[in-house]
T-cell receptor, first 113, second 112 residues
Framework: QQQVKQSPQSLIVQKGGISIINCAYE??????FPWYQQFPGKGPALLIA?????SEKKEGRFTISFNKSAKQFSLHIMDSQPGDSATYFC????????????FGTGTSLTVIP | DGGITQSPKYLFRKEGQNVTLSCEQN?????MYWYRQDPGQGLRLIYY???????QKGDIAEGYSVSREKKESFPLTVTSAQKNPTAFYLC???????????FGPGTRLTVL
């Protein structure tokens, strides 16, 4: 079963708009939630990550919002640019037993000029 | 220049053949991982290793084998028992005391 559920599967946004990708998890033992960005034919690269002791983390145009009670977290890309066009994966793991990351199914983002 | 290298970038295999994918890291990471990526299914863990000469199965280990004879290297063999091996394979590594995983550029395997 999918430990982390991600939506939408694909997203098209105009340049300058806000891109929002959502993830939900079930395992309350998860305590580290990274987002990865992947360009075609490349490996994923860490974009931003959050721990559940904060509700929001911002790095430049990228923000993670975290709702512990709802077991949901989301990635917001402000002022989306064509260079942001990529596939985004959310993930979850437990830092103590952090052997295994559980990844969402990915969101293909296209930012049109 | 530290990082993870995977080779080859593209690999073609005939049905019934075993094939080995290479993964090397010079980040001095203890843990290494192999993932399989298929369209619409995200990344699924095949095997991982936290120490030399030891490794554990992930969610989809059937039809795959690994070895960890050196800290820097974690090769993956796709055996003929893997029924649907065509996929993009990603290797990753991490420190044991920190969760961030660093990924290699991937190998695309196609079975002809």
């Amino acid at each position: 079963q999918q430990q982390v559920k991600q939506s939408p599967q694909s997203l098209i946004v105009q340049k300058g708009g806000i891109s929002i990708i959502n993830c939900a998890y079930e395992n309350t033992a998860f305590d580290y939630f990274p987002w990865y960005q992947q360009f075609p034919g490349k490996g994923p690269a860490l974009l931003i990550a959050i721990r559940p002791d904060v509700s929001e983390k911002k790095e430049g145009r990228f923000t993670i919002s975290f709702n512990k009670s709802a077991k949901q977290f989301s990635l917001h890309i402000m002022d989306s640019q064509p260079g942001d066009s990529a596939t985004y994966f959310c993930a979850a793991t437990n830092r103590i037993t952090g052997n295994q990351f559980y990844f969402g199914t990915g969101t293909s983002l296209t930012v049109i000029p | 220049d530290g990082g993870i290298t995977q080779s080859p970038k593209y690999l073609f295999r005939k049905e019934g053949q075993n094939v080995t994918l290479s993964c090397e890291q010079n980040l001095n990471h203890d843990a290494m991982y192999w993932y399989r990526q298929d369209p619409g299914q995200g990344l699924r863990l095949i095997y991982y290793s936290q120490i030399v000469n030891d490794f554990q199965k992930g969610d989809i280990a059937e039809g795959y084998s690994v070895s960890r004879e050196k800290k820097e290297s974690f090769p993956l063999t796709v055996t003929s028992a893997q029924k649907n091996p065509t996929a993009f394979y990603l290797c990753a590594s991490s420190r044991l005391d920190w969760n961030e995983q660093f990924f290699g550029p991937g190998t695309r395997l196609t079975v002809l």
